[in-house]
T-cell receptor
Framework: DAKTTQPNSMESNEEEPVHLPCNHS???????IHWYRQLPSQGPEYVIH?????VNNRMASLAIAEDRKSSTLILHRATLRDAAVYYC??????????WGLGTSLAVNP | SQTIHQWPATLVQPVGSPLSLECTVE??????LYWYRQAAGRGLQLLFY??????ISSEVPQNLSASRPQDRQFILSSKKLLLSDSGFYLC?????????????FGEGSRLTVL
């Protein structure tokens, strides 16, 4: 199974950067790392994904370790609307994404 | 543009009653389709996925079943619900390369079995 490890919870202050870590030591060379976030009573929302190089989009940045065994999702300036559960996942060629418990991010005003 | 809809949004069912949750995708063809369940305070558990019409893969033994009668329709069913079937059910689709395709989720269906 494609398993990732994340801290259960993290806390940040509004307007400050947030670094959400993820370990994925069993990832293979062709597996993309995906990040999603979920607000209460909603379906998860795609945030970003990458393979080897660091990635940036309008929502966040993804920093991938050189050995690809870990990655970090970076929210450059946290807002109250960023409070959510963040999931780090990857899928092998069997097309299955295995979801862990994610990191519950609290943002303080 | 692509959209995904699932219904009903909320339902309360007695133990032993049947279940049917429906999910449809618009604006794409031959999507990979998924049913997930999320129990309170837990992560998403993959229940079923489908790569084509009539092709269903089951991930966990349970009293639920899934069917894909049309390319963009995915149905989750049960003949007799259990208390443990309560949860938040999410349908999702993706297309493109299996490793890179973004997953798009429906609005979710909250099931309470009493």
């Amino acid at each position: 199974d494609a398993k990732t490890t994340q801290p259960n919870s993290m806390e940040s202050n509004e307007e400050e950067p947030v670094h959400l870590p993820c370990n994925h030591s069993t990832i293979s060379g062709t597996d993309y790392i995906h990040w999603y976030r979920q607000l209460p009573s909603q379906g998860p929302e795609y945030v970003i994904h990458g393979l080897t190089s660091n990635v940036n989009n309008r929502m966040a940045s993804l920093a991938i370790a050189e050995d690809r065994k870990s990655s970090t999702l970076i929210l450059h300036r946290a807002t109250l609307r960023d409070a959510a559960v963040y999931y780090c996942i990857y899928a092998g060629n069997n097309r299955k994404l295995i979801w862990g418990l994610g990191t519950s991010l609290a943002v303080n005003p | 543009s692509q959209t995904i809809h699932q219904w009903p949004a909320t339902l309360v069912q007695p133990v032993g009653s049947p279940l049917s949750l429906e999910c449809t995708v618009e604006g794409t063809s031959n999507p990979n389709l998924y049913w997930y369940r999320q129990a309170a305070g837990r992560g998403l558990q993959l229940l079923f996925y489908s790569v084509g019409i009539g092709q269903i893969s089951s991930e966990v033994p349970q009293n639920l079943s899934a069917s894909r009668p049309q390319d963009r329709q995915f149905i989750l069913s049960s003949k007799k619900l259990l208390l443990s079937d309560s949860g938040f059910y999410l349908c999702a689709w993706r297309t493109g390369q299996a490793n890179t395709g973004e997953l798009f989720f429906g609005e979710g269906s909250r099931l309470t079995v009493l």
